[in-house]
T-cell receptor, first 111, second 113 residues
């Protein structure tokens, strides 16, 4: 079964400090991993896809298949990064691309 | 393009009432899904569709029905509302076979009293 675990429900760091949001997954095949962000009163937005290996808003995430992790990192946090972050896994099996989400981590950046 | 449009944005129902949450997308996406978002539980898949006329159950389908008569629309029906269905509901769509990730609607906040 596919499962995504975000061990931290809440994470609080000071502005300018490094940020790491943890994500671990279990999946029997080749997963596609995503990070979604939800700012206050807004819809979920795609932040990163592991396939693209890009940096968005200073965030990066590397897929570590050995550790089955896809942690989200940013070297210097900004106040506008405060939001809810969801790690998600795409299930390519069974003929459909279903997204399986983690429980989410609420990130608060303190001034 | 409007993207994914959900209506209504807010709704209060009494226990036992029925209603339909509307979802429409104008991107010609084949895949559409309904999720519910609850505190501490993330987003859980209710039902999904891989194209017009094809639907399937997700993780938490009980108490909900869907249909997909057109590519654009994917309504979610609550048959007999219960307080446990109080949640925020998100509709999402995705192009077939692409790893772009889903595009989400703005959500419907439903309260069942």
């Amino acid at each position: 079964a596919q499962r995504v675990t975000q061990p931290e429900k809440l994470l609080s760091v000071f502005k300018g400090a490094p940020v790491e949001l943890k994500c671990n997954y279990s999946y029997s095949g080749s997963p596609e991993l995503f990070w979604y962000v939800q700012y206050s009163r807004q819809r979920l937005q795609l932040l990163l896809r592991h396939i693209s290996r890009e940096s968005i808003k200073g965030f990066t995430a590397d897929l570590n298949k050995g550790e089955t992790s896809f942690h989200l990192k940013k070297p210097f946090a900004q106040e506008e990064d405060s939001a809810m972050y969801y790690c998600a896994l795409s299930n390519l099996g069974q003929g459909a691309q279903k997204l399986v989400f983690g429980q989410g981590t609420r990130l608060t950046i303190n001034p | 393009n409007a993207g994914v449009t959900q209506t209504p944005k807010f709704q209060v129902l009494k226990t036992g009432q029925s209603m339909t949450l509307q979802c429409a997308q104008d991107m010609n996406h084949e895949y559409m899904s309904w999720y519910r978002q609850d505190p501490g539980m993330g987003l859980r898949l209710i039902h999904y569709s891989v194209g017009a006329g094809i639907t399937d159950q997700g993780e938490v389908p009980n108490g909900y029905n869907v249909s997909r008569s057109t590519t654009e629309d994917f309504p979610l029906r609550l048959l007999s509302a219960a307080p446990s269905q109080t949640s925020v509901y998100f509709c999402a769509s995705n192009p077939t076979g692409r790893s772009y990730g889903y595009t989400f609607g703005s959500g419907t906040r439903l309260t069942v009293v």
